[in-house]
T-cell receptor, first 112, second 117 residues
């Protein structure tokens, strides 16, 4: 079956610190992988995605590389800001399917 | 990008009453919309797939008589929580796919927080 395992939070970092949120997945075939972000009081927004092995998704300074050999899609950012405080969800979707399978979410708090 | 909007963003109701949540695609037509539920500190769980003009497809364990879904038009799907109880309190989120996009990306509404007293 399909599942996503995500690093448990919460994570608290100082501004300008390096961020890594781990995500591993189980899936058949070649799924697409996503990171969604949920800011306080808002719905989910797509942060970045990768559709095949070795692809790197990037947006707003965040990056994640689709690693098929380790079935991982870890989210990284070199220097976090207070405005990055949010809940981050890793997700996968099978090719041609609309349904997303989400991880449990990781709450990030960045303090000045 | 495509916009999906939900209403209301939050609602408080008494136990035993019914609550309707609307999900609209504002600038595209969506033949399929998805309803998710998010419990505190947990992930989003797909509840059902809403299909325009036909019955919704519910995930295992989701009571279709409890969570009524109506997708009457290409831009509107509604979720009605019938005879709500405190355990139904949750964050409900809808999503839709813009068929014009080849990426298959899903767009999410802002979510609706339901509190049942």
């Amino acid at each position: 079956g399909n599942s996503v395992t995500q690093m448990e939070g919460p994570v608290t970092l100082s501004e300008e610190a390096f961020l890594t949120i781990n995500c591993t997945y189980t899936a058949t075939g070649y799924p697409s992988l996503f990171w969604y972000v949920q800011y306080p009081g808002e719905g989910l927004q797509l942060l970045l995605k990768a559709t095949k092995a070795d692809d790197k998704g990037s947006n707003k300074g965040f990056e994640a590389t689709y690693r098929k050999e380790t079935t991982s899609f870890h989210l990284e950012k070199g220097s976090v800001q207070v405005s990055d405080s949010a809940v981050y969800f890793c997700a996968l979707a099978q090719t041609g399917a609309n349904n997303l399978f989400f991880g449990t979410g990781t709450r990030l708090t960045v303090i000045p | 990008g495509a916009v999906v909007s939900q209403h209301p963003s939050w609602v408080i109701c008494k136990s035993g009453t019914s609550v309707k949540i609307e999900c609209r695609s504002l600038d595209f037509q969506a033949t399929t919309m998805f309803w998710y539920r998010q419990f505190p500190k947990q992930s989003l769980m797909l509840m059902a797939t809403s299909n325009e003009g036909s019955k919704a497809t519910y995930e295992q364990g989701v009571e279709k008589d409890k969570f009524l879904i109506n997708h009457a038009s290409l831009t509107l799907s509604t979720l009605t929580v019938t005879s709500a109880h405190p355990e139904d309190s949750s964050f409900y989120i809808c999503s839709a796919q813009d068929p014009r996009l080849l990426t298959g990306e899903l767009f999410f509404g802002e979510g609706s927080r339901l509190t049942v007293l």
